[in-house]
């Protein structure tokens, strides 16, 4: 097991599967439990490191690391030195000096875990930087999908909404690929990356052909501001070309599954009456997420020091 | 003035000889030379080149000292071989007015090292809205020929025009920044596979060649020069040659890094690898390797840009663009264009020297000529290169005073032994003099 | 290598064959049987269903199961089983790193008021068991918390000893006690090796 998470796109298939696997156990160890603590992380601190407003990643990192029995300290960018200038490097050193174990860090810059990873010795967790990876979202939907279905071998998913701009659609298509998934990505070419080419996908601009052919349909977050840009004409055009409504849903084989990593724009990407059909793994998305977070802080600040 | 008797030369790495400078010109060249009183330089096996000219070199002074000064780029460049430096005008306050280019004109004077020849800003602020007063500059002590915004781009193509036809009258040309700004807002690095895995925004080959297609058929309409800095795509190598041959009077730069690095730089997010232009494909160094080897790029220009530590030590997105060169850049082009076989000695003294020195007329000033050939007669610039040497780049080593170097680690072949500007010596046995 | 002691240390080799194990294992179940009738005197039965017995993963999870179905032979009369994976709750996890985990599930009716006999393969450092023990503090509120081991090899690091013991095994402390089960291993046997130095 590597030292830090920092992208999906970098782990294997044992590891992965490894992280999936631990966050069951743990699930299981804990199902029913009066005392919903263990001792595992006993002594060890983590700092969430949060440079952009998520409560809900946070949150659920914060629950994980609890509930091995870490002290957690959270660390909000805003009104700290953070907001008084001083550097990403000069802020994970001065935590390191203060003994952190390991930094979740969220950051609205595209590798800057990486860099954090360069400068300090703890582990790093990336929980989401730019528009580049999102790695514990695609574990936990991951884990979704396989608790839902049962495998991930062969699965077929489809990803639609803003890949562009998306770290989830990153951390996903690797991840879902790395674990046997076939996945499609569905949006207006305009929310396509240059190179999206060169991604272990099939790429489609038509919502409505995939869909009878799907098992997973992960809908991804549209922001309305993207308009302005000319990404697309309107967010009524958009909705009715890619947004997931009732019709839409009927086309879907009947065991598939919806899937938003929240928060939802609902009568955006996703119908109201989809977000809240028994199609719909959202909520239990966010459950597993506490699950596959533990599993994350267990095997990267579980093992021994290098 | 001291007299030099050079022993063992090989100029543009062909045969072995002898060379004196004497009153900061070449006196003579030939074979076992002796000249009483004259200091000896030991030079056996060493190529000897013209003194090499930056068309392209950020020096921060004024505004940002912390980062680099007159003083210390001249000596980086020294280090590096060259005799003349083209200092960009984007510095604090901007070199718009003939006052900042004459005190940085000054700076390079004082300093001593190279002869460090200012670059006017075209616009005001290099703002993109108003003509700076380019006469007055070409007019001051000063004597500025190149005029550029380099940093942005001129992307107003009305403004483009008016400034490629108004230089006309200052023998004067505008060194373009390709980059249509509308299309890279935000952009970090170059668009394509590796920018769509690493999720940072692209920075399309479009955005640079849209904008040098449009200045050659402008150019070409009023009979105006342009020259284009920091060439980066195959496109933009195609573009050039197709307007060459149209009979543009347009030329063209690459830098060493542009030459040798590739996208594939940024995968860790090292802002040490940050450019703008951005490193790009293979294909695209293939192609600049090329069209440099072939002519339709004249020159290799550093693009030299220091940055101070905090400006690099930060995430990639944050961190300003550029790197530094000129102490490799000699190297870099030894490596990348010598040893393929794509330029001999003669070509590498054309590309670094003769045609930048050229651009930027700076080959008809006499005794301060730049770009000459190793004759008799010709003011004594001259630089003394071990093409044997093989070495590792260390950046606390080198004379900027910011470690921004990509090539740290890095193995490069070359040497600069010995620098001479006008018979002086600014390097000698690979010290600066000063 | 030192001279072997026969007081102090066992001779390599196989130490326990399959019908070793197989009668330890009955005469184990016999002793909770009793021990359990003992404690509540006129309610055999009742006292049996008091009991869990509870393996700690690997193989004290098939050695629990083993010693249930031999009771339920003796009796006629079932007994509750679980596992507690005790891998969250090591406290050697910076020294020997990150394992997987195994399942951790709890007879329904749970441990609370209950007599629950922890089962483990081989005593040792003790430090297993006191995992375990930290383990059940968190899943429910026994009525008393005994041990049964199948092998004790000793050096024990903590004040913990076996109720039940199925055999004492005088060892070095760099000997390996290797306990392979057919359920696990596909074959019944403890053995014996020289291990490396810890």
């Given at each position: 097991m590597k030292r830090h998470l920092l992208e999906a796109a970098d782990l294997d298939r044992a590891d992965a599967t490894l992280m999936l696997d631990t966050a069951a156990q743990i699930e299981s160890a804990l199902a029913g439990r009066e005392v919903k603590k263990l001792p595992t992380l006993r002594g060890r601190t983590v700092v969430n490191l949060f440079y952009e407003d998520s409560t809900r990643t946070r949150i659920s990192f914060e629950l994980a690391a609890k509930r091995l029995s870490a002290d957690v300290i959270n660390f909000s960018a805003k009104g700290s030195s953070v907001s008084k200038g001083e550097s990403l490097k000069d802020t994970a050193l001065t935590l390191e000096a203060m003994g952190s174990d390991a930094i979740v860090v969220r950051h609205p810059a595209s590798g800057a875990p990486h860099r954090l990873a360069h400068w300090v010795r703890g582990s790093v967790v990336n929980a989401g930087d730019g528009t580049h990876e999102h790695p514990t979202q695609a574990l936990l939907d991951a884990y979704t999908i396989r608790q839902r279905l049962g495998r991930l071998d062969g699965v077929r998913v489809v990803l639609t909404g803003d890949v562009l701009h998306s770290r989830v659609a990153r951390?996903?298509?690797?991840?879902?690929?790395?674990?046997?998934?076939?996945?499609?990505?569905?949006?207006?070419?305009?929310?396509?990356?240059?190179?999206?080419?060169?991604?272990?996908?099939?790429?489609?601009?038509?919502?409505?052909?995939?869909?009878?052919?799907?098992?997973?349909?992960?809908?991804?977050?549209?922001?309305?501001?993207?308009?302005?840009?000319?990404?697309?004409?309107?967010?009524?055009?958009?909705?009715?070309?890619?947004?997931?409504?009732?019709?839409?849903?009927?086309?879907?084989?009947?065991?598939?599954?919806?899937?938003?990593?929240?928060?939802?724009?609902?009568?955006?990407?996703?119908?109201?009456?989809?977000?809240?059909?028994?199609?719909?793994?959202?909520?239990?998305?966010?459950?597993?997420?506490?699950?596959?977070?533990?599993?994350?802080?267990?095997?990267?600040?579980?093992?021994?020091?290098? | 003035m001291t007299t030099y008797l050079i022993k063992?030369?090989?100029?543009?790495?062909?045969?072995?000889?002898?060379?004196?400078?004497?009153?900061?010109?070449?006196?003579?060249?030939?074979?076992?030379?002796?000249?009483?009183?004259?200091?000896?330089?030991?030079?056996?096996?060493?190529?000897?080149?013209?003194?090499?000219?930056?068309?392209?070199?950020?020096?921060?002074?004024?505004?940002?000292?912390?980062?680099?000064?007159?003083?210390?780029?001249?000596?980086?460049?020294?280090?590096?071989?060259?005799?003349?430096?083209?200092?960009?005008?984007?510095?604090?306050?901007?070199?718009?007015?003939?006052?900042?280019?004459?005190?940085?004109?000054?700076?390079?004077?004082?300093?001593?090292?190279?002869?460090?020849?200012?670059?006017?800003?075209?616009?005001?602020?290099?703002?993109?809205?108003?003509?700076?007063?380019?006469?007055?500059?070409?007019?001051?002590?000063?004597?500025?020929?190149?005029?550029s915004d380099d940093g942005h781009c001129v992307a107003d193509p009305a403004l483009m025009r008016r400034a490629l036809e108004y230089v006309k009258a200052l023998d004067g040309v505008v060194a373009q920044h390709a980059e249509e700004p509308r299309l890279t807002a935000g952009a970090q690095m170059h668009e394509g596979d590796r920018s769509a895995r690493l999720g940072l925004t692209g920075w399309p080959a479009a955005a640079e060649e849209a904008i040098i297609a449009r200045d050659v058929l402008l150019a070409g309409h009023v009979g105006a020069r342009l020259h284009v800095c920091h060439v980066s795509t195959a496109g933009s190598v195609d573009i050039l040659r197709w307007a060459k041959f149209r009979g543009v009077q347009v030329t063209a730069e690459v830098t060493p890094h542009h030459l040798l690095l590739t996208d594939e730089c940024a995968e860790g997010y090292d802002p040490v690898f940050k450019v703008n232009p951005p490193l790009r494909t293979d294909a695209d160094v293939q192609a600049l390797r090329a069209g440099l080897a072939d002519g339709t790029i004249d020159a290799v220009a550093t693009d030299h840009a220091p940055h101070a530590m905090e400006d690099k030590e930060c995430e990639w997105a944050m961190a300003r663009p550029g790197m530094i060169g000129l102490e490799q850049a000699l190297s870099v082009v030894v490596d990348t264009m010598v040893e393929t076989g794509l330029l001999d000695w003669r070509g590498l003294a054309d590309r670094m020297s003769v045609r930048p020195a050229a651009i930027g007329r700076l080959e008809g000033l006499g005794l301060h000529a730049q770009g000459r050939p190793l004759a008799p007669g010709e003011p004594a610039n001259l630089v003394l290169v071990d093409p044997a040497f093989r070495g590792t780049v260390d950046p606390a080593a080198l004379a900027s005073r910011s470690r921004n170097s990509p090539y740290a680690g890095r193995e490069l072949p070359g040497r600069v032994v010995h620098t001479f500007l006008r018979g002086a010596p600014t390097v000698l046995d690979g010290k600066a003099t000063r | 290598m030192a001279v072997p002691s026969p007081t102090s240390e066992a001779a390599p080799g196989v130490l326990m064959t399959a019908d070793d194990v197989a009668r330890v294992v009955d005469r184990v179940a016999h002793q909770l049987i009793e021990r359990a009738a003992a404690a509540s005197p006129g309610a055999a039965d009742g006292a049996l269903r008091d009991l869990v017995l509870i393996g700690i993963p690997t193989r004290g999870a098939p050695l629990a199961r083993r010693l249930a179905a031999r009771i339920e032979a003796f009796t006629g009369t079932a007994v509750d089983v679980g596992t507690v994976d005790i891998t969250l709750y090591r406290d050697d996890l910076r020294l020997r790193g990150v394992r997987a985990l195994e399942d951790t599930w709890l007879p329904a009716a749970g441990l609370d008021g209950r007599l629950v006999v922890l089962v483990d393969d081989v005593l040792f450092s003790g430090r297993s068991v006191r995992a375990a023990l930290d383990a059940l503090r968190d899943l429910g509120r026994p009525r008393a918390v005994q041990l049964a081991v199948l092998v004790d090899r000793g050096h024990r690091e903590l004040p913990i000893r076996a109720d039940y013991v199925g055999k004492n095994v005088p060892t070095s402390r760099t000997q390996q006690v290797k306990v392979r089960l057919s359920e696990v291993d596909g074959v019944d046997e403890v053995v014996v090796s020289e291990g490396v130095a810890a």
């Open positions: 951390s996903n298509v690797w991840l879902l690929h790395t674990l046997g998934a076939e996945v499609t990505v569905v949006a207006p070419p305009t929310l396509l990356p240059v190179g999206v080419g060169s991604w272990p996908v099939s790429v489609s601009y038509d919502l409505d052909a995939v869909l009878p052919n799907a098992d997973v349909i992960m809908m991804l977050r549209v922001q309305a501001e993207r308009m302005n840009a000319s990404f697309f004409p309107s967010a009524r055009e958009y909705s009715r070309r890619y947004g997931l409504d009732a019709r839409r849903m009927a086309l879907l084989p009947d065991d598939a599954i919806v899937m938003h990593p929240g928060p939802m724009n609902r009568g955006m990407e996703i119908a109201a009456e989809v977000a809240d059909s028994v199609r719909s793994t959202i909520v239990e998305q966010v459950g597993n997420g506490v699950s596959v977070r533990m599993a994350v802080l267990y095997l990267l600040l579980g093992g021994a020091p290098e | 063992g030369a090989r100029p543009y790495g062909e045969d072995t000889v002898d060379i004196v400078l004497r009153d900061s010109i070449i006196a003579s060249i030939g074979e076992d030379l002796s000249v009483p009183g004259a200091e000896v330089v030991d030079a056996t096996g060493l190529v000897a080149l013209p003194g090499l000219v930056d068309l392209h070199t950020h020096l921060r002074e004024p505004g940002r000292e912390d980062a680099e000064t007159v003083q210390t780029g001249s000596r980086a460049a020294a280090l590096g071989g060259f005799t003349a430096v083209h200092a960009m005008a984007n510095t604090d306050p901007v070199a718009d007015t003939a006052g900042v280019v004459e005190q940085v004109w000054r700076l390079g004077q004082e300093a001593g090292l190279v002869d460090v020849v200012p670059v006017g800003a075209v616009t005001v602020g290099l703002a993109g809205t108003q003509l700076a007063e380019l006469g007055a500059m070409a007019d001051s002590a000063a004597r500025v020929r190149v005029f | -």
